[in-house]
């Protein structure tokens, strides 16, 4: 395959797609319109950018020796997890803003985090929630039931997120000995998986996470019936995502 040759029949396409919407009458305007689209300009150039460089909060690892995490937290949160245990195998690393999130939950109080798009928002929430779950369980006060809600706006970033959450609690663990367990809830699923959510607790021990796939009117976040006052921690402007930190009660 000619990539290149891909790529100019795909804008011819769409030029004669859009050129199709509209007969244009005027010799003027029609004639204006073919030197624009002659010129290119209906073509952009590329976007180019490149991500911040963020502050560093320390490894998982590091994180379970200070005592912010539970130890399971240290085999969970790695990446290449995929088949038997190999080299590649890594650590996850924390941006700050990961940190003063796993710090603010494990204190009890509300948080707002703030970043731009691709610094780690979603593991800002994940790991305080499957922190907390696991801790309940080593203290013996663990409850079954929900645990948490995470509510995404669209169906895509839903099935998204719900393939890291197998890559983290799934990959690395024997079938059905995930640590926590987790479902999606949204308007694809067929109406007998809708229904067995609340009704029927998976079997190691219970629906922990939840995943639900909404309009796009709602915001992406994680919550629980249970915060408390807020406490905003704000780490470069972007997309925003609230974030209780009580969302493992």
């Excluded at 396409?13 to 290119?40: M, S």
């Excluded at 300009?41 to 998982?60: E, H, T």
């Excluded at 999130?101 to 780690?120: D, N, Q």
């Excluded at 367990?181 to 029927?200: I, K, M």
Aim: glycine residues 10%; proline residues 7%; contains cysteine.
């Amino acid at each position: 395959m000619d990539v290149f040759q891909v790529h100019q029949q795909l804008l011819a396409d769409y030029e004669a797609f859009t050129a199709g919407l509209t007969k244009i009458h005027d010799p003027r305007i029609l004639e204006h319109v073919h030197r624009r689209v002659a010129n290119g300009d209906q073509w952009p150039d590329a976007y180019l950018s490149l991500n911040p460089n963020f502050a560093s909060g320390g490894s998982i690892s590091e994180l379970v020796k200070q005592g912010l995490l539970h130890p399971e937290c240290e085999r969970i949160f790695r990446v290449n997890k995929e088949g038997p245990p190999t080299a590649l195998e890594q650590m996850i690393d924390l941006h700050q803003h990961q940190r003063e999130a796993v710090e603010i939950a494990r204190g009890g109080a509300s948080y707002v985090l703030t970043t731009g798009t691709g610094s780690g928002k979603s593991l800002g929430y994940i790991v305080p929630i499957v922190d907390s779950v696991l801790r309940q369980r080593a203290s013996g006060s663990y409850q079954p039931g929900v645990k948490a809600i995470i509510v995404y706006p669209m169906n895509a970033l839903a099935n998204s997120q719900l393939h890291e959450l197998e890559k983290f609690l799934k990959n690395g663990y024997p079938d059905r000995g995930e640590p926590v367990t987790f479902r999606r809830y949204t308007g694809q699923d067929r109406e007998a998986d809708r229904v067995r959510h609340p009704q029927q607790p998976a079997r190691h021990p219970a629906h922990q996470l939840r995943d639900a796939g909404t309009g796009p009117d709602q915001a992406r976040g994680a919550g629980s019936p249970h915060h408390r006052s807020a406490r905003p921690s704000f780490s470069r402007t972007g997309r925003a995502a609230h974030l209780p930190g009580t969302a493992g009660r």
